[in-house]
């Protein structure tokens, strides 16, 4: 069973400063996800990261994925006030086929302060 | 836009009663899913469904159904619902894996109360 775990749960940072968010799954995987969550909003793709080496980068924001060592990690540059968010990792278990189900982890709550 | 439309945003139900959540996608994805979400748990997902009338159930299945019968539409289900049933709950869909990269779509979510 796949298992994923993030690492902080929560961080709290100044702006200006950069950090890093840890993500562990527990077998295979070749897909990894990163999502935003607003309060009281839905989640919203941030990255898809499809390979061992993928770094994907969006503004301050950048992933990326060691399927060896089965870490993805995000990271955060110059922390800005509009960041502050939950944000969660997903994986897909590799098995093939069309049908799947993601795993995802308990989320990391960002806040940025002034 | 990939466009997930979930009935109710908010909901207020007494312990007993049966509780319908109904979500629609527009984008003609084959797979939709169900997900509770709760402090500290994260996201767990309930039940999916990869094609019309075809479901399988997820992490936490008990005291729920679901039922597809058109594939826009997935709705879930609870039969009799608990106050351990309080709780976020959000629709996702995606296409088929195997040409596209699995990145689910999300609804703005349903939050349930059941007192």
């Known amino acids: 069973e796949l298992k994923v775990e993030q690492n902080p749960l929560f961080l709290s940072m100044q702006e200006g400063k950069n950090y890093t968010i840890y993500c562990n799954y527990s077998t295979t995987s070749d897909r990894l996800y990163w999502y935003r969550q607003d309060p009281g909003k839905s989640l919203e793709s941030l990255f898809v990261l499809l390979s061992n080496g993928a770094v994907k980068q969006e503004g301050r924001l950048m992933a990326s994925l060691d399927t060896k060592a089965r870490l993805s990690t995000l990271h955060i540059t110059a922390a800005v006030h509009d960041l502050s968010a939950t944000y969660f990792c997903?994986?897909?278990?590799?098995?093939?086929?069309?049908?799947?189900?993601?795993?995802f982890g308990k989320g990391t709550l960002l806040t940025v302060n002034p | 836009d990939v466009k997930v439309t979930q009935s109710s945003r908010y909901l207020v139900k007494r312990t007993g009663e049966k509780v319908f959540l109904e979500c629609v996608q527009d984008?003609?994805?084959?797979?939709m899913f169900w997900y509770r979400q709760d402090p500290g748990l994260g996201l767990r997902l309930i039940y999916f469904?990869?094609?019309?009338?075809?479901?399988e159930k997820g992490d936490i299945p008990e005291g729920y159904s679901v039922s597809r019968e058109k594939k826009e539409r997935f709705s879930l289900i609870l039969e009799s619902a608990s106050t351990n049933q309080t709780s976020m709950y959000l629709c996702?869909?995606?296409?088929?894996?195997?040409?596209?990269?699995?990145?689910?779509?999300f609804g703005e979510g349903s939050r349930l109360t059941v007192l």
């Open positions: 997903a994986a897909l278990p590799y098995s093939g086929g069309s049908n799947y189900k993601l795993t």
């Open positions: 984008m003609d994805h084959e797979n």
């Open positions: 469904s990869y094609d019309v009338k075809m479901k």
């Open positions: 996702a869909s995606s296409p088929l894996l195997a040409a596209n990269t699995g990145e689910l779509f």
